[in-house]
């Protein structure tokens, strides 16, 4: 085939047309049809021959005779009964010749691979047995293996070998790239029909070719996509390496629209997505697969084909059946959103801190020169004040290409937001403190939460920034929108993974918002438990989207909704409720005063739990819920609990209980609210219907130290509320229960245990272990037909 039917074939001239009327195409096509385009036009139907299959010699021992001799006499000393003696030698088939291991006799020289003039197998009779020629100008090389197949596989090596030198060659000074072209079909070919089996096999051809374009920079556009669908089959099962992988970012970024990028990468950036490991190996794989991407959202439909793109990764099924896939393409998007702002950070040590950020103490000398930043005041009054003032700070202004980062604070501002906060803020005044005591950063919250009388940070990003910015946030949505993927993604974001800039980003975190309210909407523990912090001391989403937070764009509604998914499933509650009580009580009181039914909820578990131990702070969220309807009713089904409650604890009544086989949550609640059960120490529902719903009224037995729970419905949840509330149990039957370690985890707060039915459970033999570490009373355990046994 000539270079004008490649041209023909590949679509020829601009493909910008084609590429139009494709784009228009993808987004109505399924997810099959997206997997045909990435059918590259030159795709053969059947790469290997039949036959034996050898895997490619790099070393390996062999008998060597070399025999000096005229052409002519070569058939009579082969046939000769007197054949020249053999030398055994251990030969490495190297890069660009033969050699031995030890350079002697026959094999002194290294037999350079471009001397082989050809190489042949002696398979006629009274030849030598599973013997090898090698003619060399004067002479011959004869090599005996051992068997027939070892000689196969040193002839098929040693063929590959000399090919693969000559292409080197040949490729090396390239005149022209019409025969270039040809031979690099040709080395395709090579490779795909060899009988050899190794990764080397592919690899070699796509390292020849990727060393040949980045030594010749001024090729053609037509000339690269000549040669991208020409070596397009090797690509199907195999990575690219890492300077074609360059060679491929620059096409797509200069060629977006060709069909090269559909046809010959889709297939390329599945086979990369699925099987990748480890991008920290091979940086430039991801750095290809962002840019394929990036080229996906520049034809006409845009987004349309990403998200088509996406579906084809996670399969019509429910499940998608490659584990690879979710980790490299959340991957890709924080690479793709931390390199949109990139020179910012790379200029984080020339600019304020976050602890200077709130403290406004760096002054213009003690900064290095080429901060990126722009200090603004935040008002004119302001500005004319600090004109007129001597000890004013200069606005320094830098421009930058790629982010413009305005920051207002002055040193005025700062004062004045000292003295007035000072009498009302005491723990705000002592933060100041100790950041200015302290080479420590401060929290990432406290940092960009300056005061409100300040400017807030403002992040601009340019055009091609917010484009790329925009594609990757909405593939994170994407991926929040399959269920199958959503644990997996909730666990790699929970250690937020973003730069502290994006998260001063308005446009960002805007965007983001939509992710962690997926997050916030999923009943399963193990997604929206990731809102929180991965550690103490760290903030999480819960903090950020919280109102006062940094991402906070709203009046609480994404913070009410992850409350409200928290409090159902965090089994630490009274933990929980405190840290809102500290930290966001005055948002919790501003919620349930417009209404919020989970606020109202919170408000009231509060008052229950005797969490506020200030009397005001009880009283005015009292007068909260009494200036709603929906506070008032709680409030008051809060105050009849609370007399059931007194009066239940009133001393008297049995001191041991059993109740009837096959009763219910509901009979349990209908006999405690029947009297006085103060003085109840030991309790039996063995084999009834219970469930963790009826924990709510054992907690409020006082002096309860037995619960024998024995093959009922009683799980996790309700294990959870005990431990945190039944401190003083000392016996607790579980038998035939189906709780598992995620409950009995929690049973290792209850420090007054003494004897513990855990037979027949789901408990595990490292979660036994650690209940024994953290029970010290604990003396009688039973964990017989568990894995703990």
Avoid at 265 to 279: A, G, Y
Avoid at 424 to 434: F, I, L, Q
Avoid at 615 to 636: A, C, F, H, R, W
């Amino acid at each position: 085939m000539s270079a004008m039917d490649l041209n023909s074939s590949s679509g020829g001239g601009d493909h910008t047309q084609g590429s139009e009327d494709r784009s228009c195409l993808l987004p109505e096509s399924s997810a099959s049809d997206l997997n045909k385009l990435g059918a590259a036009p030159c795709r053969r139907a059947n790469y290997c021959t039949n036959g034996m299959r050898y895997k490619l010699l790099q070393e390996g021992d062999i008998q060597v005779c070399v025999i000096r001799h005229p052409r002519t006499f070569l058939s009579k000393i082969l046939t000769s009964k007197f054949l020249r003696r053999w030398e055994p030698h251990h030969l490495t088939l190297a890069d660009n010749s033969l050699a031995s291991a030890t350079p002697a006799g026959y094999m002194e020289n290294a037999i350079s691979y471009s001397a082989i003039e050809d190489i042949q197998l002696l398979s006629w009779e009274n030849a030598p047995k599973y013997c090898l020629q090698l003619t060399i100008p004067g002479g011959t090389v004869l090599l005996q293996a051992a068997n027939s197949y070892l000689r196969d596989q040193w002839f098929h090596s040693l063929q590959w070998k000399k090919k693969i030198y000559k292409y080197k060659k040949v490729l090396s000074n390239p005149s022209r790239w019409e025969v270039v072209l040809k031979e690099i079909r040709t080395l395709v070919d090579m490779a795909l029909f060899s009988p050899l089996q190794d990764d080397s096999i592919h690899q070699a051809p796509l390292e020849i070719v990727s060393k040949l374009l980045s030594e010749n920079l001024k090729l053609t556009t037509q000339e690269h996509e000549n040669i991208i669908v020409a070596i397009a089959p090797l690509l199907e099962n195999n990575h690219p390496p890492p300077d074609l992988c360059e060679f491929f970012c620059k096409h797509c970024r200069e060629r977006p629209r060709s069909m090269v990028v559909i046809e010959v990468f889709t297939p390329v950036v599945q086979r990369i997505l699925k099987h990748n490991m480890d991008f920290g190996k091979c940086p430039r794989l991801r750095l290809f697969t962002q840019e394929y991407i990036l080229a996906l959202n520049e034809l006409n439909a845009g987004m349309e084909v990403v998200k088509k793109f996406i579906h084809s990764m996670h399969g019509p099924t429910g499940q998608c059946p490659h584990p690879r896939v979710l980790p490299n393409l959340v991957a890709v998007c924080l690479a793709a959103i931390y390199s949109c702002y990139e020179e910012f950070i790379n200029s984080r040590d020339n600019s304020p801190s976050l602890k200077e950020i709130r403290n406004g103490c760096q002054q213009q000398c003690d900064r290095k020169p080429n901060l990126p930043l722009r200090l603004l005041h935040s008002s004119p009054d302001l500005v004319s004040q600090e004109v007129n003032s001597d000890a004013r700070m200069k606005s320094i202004i830098v421009n930058s290409t790629e982010i413009h980062v305005e920051l207002g604070r002055s040193n005025m501002v700062n004062q004045k937001l000292k003295g007035s906060t000072s009498s009302s803020s005491t723990s705000t005044s002592t933060c100041t403190s100790s950041s200015s005591n302290s080479d420590s950063e401060p929290s990432l919250i406290d940092c960009l939460l300056v005061s409100p009388t300040c400017s807030t940070m403002v992040i601009e990003l340019s055009s091609q920034a917010e484009r790329v910015l925009g594609c990757y946030v909405e593939i994170l949505k994407m991926l929040s929108d399959y269920d199958d993927w959503r644990p997996a993604l909730a666990s790699l974001l929970q250690p937020i993974p973003f730069p502290k800039e994006a998260l001063a980003h308005v446009k960002f975190t805007k965007e983001l918002k939509y992710v962690i309210q997926r997050f916030a909407e999923d009943p399963r523990q193990e997604v929206h438990s990731c809102l929180l912090s991965v550690r103490a001391g760290k903030d999480g989403w819960f903090q950020l989207y919280s109102p006062g937070g940094v991402a906070c764009d709203d009046d609480g509604e994404l913070f009410a909704s992850m409350v409200h998914i928290l409090m159902g499933s965090c089994y630490k509650t009274k933990k929980f409720l405190l840290s809102l009580a500290e930290n966001k009580l005055g948002p919790c009181m501003l919620l349930a005063l417009r209404g919020n039914q989970t606020m109202v909820e919170i408000l009231c578990l509060m008052l229950e739990y005797n969490i506020i131990d200030n009397n005001d702070t009880q009283l005015q969220i009292i007068s909260t819920l009494e200036s709603t309807d929906v506070g008032k009713k709680m409030y008051e089904q809060l105050c009849d609990r609370q007399r059931e409650l007194k009066e239940l604890q009133r001393k008297g009544g049995p001191t041991r209980l059993t109740l009837p086989s096959k009763s219910t949550d509901a009979d349990l609640a209908r006999l405690l609210s029947s009297g006085s059960f103060g003085n109840l120490e030991n309790l039996s529902l063995a084999f009834t219907n219970v469930t963790s719903a009826c924990a709510e009224q054992l907690i409020k037995l006082p002096s309860l130290k037995q619960l024998n729970l024995w093959s009922t419905q009683f799980g996790d949840a309700g294990l959870r509320v005990l431990s945190e509330h039944l401190t003083s149990l000392q016996v607790l039957n579980l038998c035939e229960t189906p709780v598992t370690d995620a409950g009995l985890l929690a049973l290792s707060s209850m420090r007054s245990l003494c004897s513990l039915n855990m037979n027949s459970t789901k408990l595990s033999a490292d979660t036994y272990e650690d209940l024994k570490a953290k029970l010290p009373n604990l003396k009688e355990v039973d964990v017989r037909y568990t894995e703990a046994w």
